[in-house]
Antibody
């Protein structure tokens, strides 16, 4: 059974960089069939897609966050990571890592981590 | 980037049928997928690529689409179906960007 687990600091100061990792177990992050990505949810609000990465390192980002986001992959550790720079209180959210699957007509997240709450505050 | 619009709230009587809709230009080119989220939990995929159910999802959940509108139908809603539902699709940008709808809170009466 595939499992994803987010890890990282739960508190980040304004203007600093948020860093999270997602460890994948029960499957290989190097599978050619899937991408790996991040989705966030501010408290009481809806889901916002952040971006996705292929095991080869190809990335796709939400245009509204692109200037501040970096997603990377470490196939040796079966992990991928998120960095979000220059954070403000508006970046306070539960951050989910998720496996993505794409075909010509669709793109969706079929396995999700439990989520990690990151609060931006001094 | 594309936007997907959902009604903020919908209600249904126990055992009845309810349809939750999602509208957006990207749905003319791409299929919607749907997620169920209960309080304090991660979202769960219930329908992918228009009308496919992952293993373990009851067959009372189904999806459809027409033009720029996708729908999630729950036939014979159960109390445990009370949750937030989100649609998503690929973005019209042509790359692998994805967009989510704002979510619909389903209340089972």
């Amino acid at each position: 059974q595939l499992q994803l687990q987010e890890s990282g600091p739960g508190l980040v100061k304004p203007s600093e960089t948020l860093s999270l990792s997602c460890t994948v177990s029960g499957g290989s992050i190097s599978s050619s069939s899937f991408y790996w990505g991040w989705i966030r949810q501010p408290p009481g609000k809806g889901l916002e897609w952040i971006g996705t990465i292929y095991y080869s390192g190809s990335t796709y980002y939400n245009p509204s966050l692109k200037s501040r986001v970096t997603i990377s992959v470490d196939t040796s550790m079966n992990q991928f990571s998120l960095k979000l720079s220059s954070v403000t209180a508006a970046d306070t959210a539960v951050y989910y890592c998720a496996r993505h699957k794409y075909d010509f007509w669709s793109g969706y997240a079929d396995y999700w981590g439990q989520g990690a709450l990151v609060t931006v505050s001094s | 980037s594309s936007e997907l619009t959902q009604d903020p709230a919908v209600s249904v009587a126990l055992g009845q049928t309810v349809r939750i809709t999602c509208q957006g230009d990207s749905l003319r080119n791409y299929y919607a997928s749907w997620y169920q989220q209960k309080p304090g939990q991660a979202p769960v995929l219930v329908i992918y690529a228009k009308n496919n159910r992952p293993s373990g999802i009851p067959d009372r959940f189904s999806g459809s689409s027409s033009g720029n509108t996708a729908s999630l139908t729950i036939t014979g809603a159960q109390a445990e179906d009370e949750a937030d539902y989100y649609c998503n699709s690929r973005d019209n940008s042509g790359d692998l960007s994805v967009v989510f709808g704002g979510g619909t809170k389903l209340t089972v009466l």
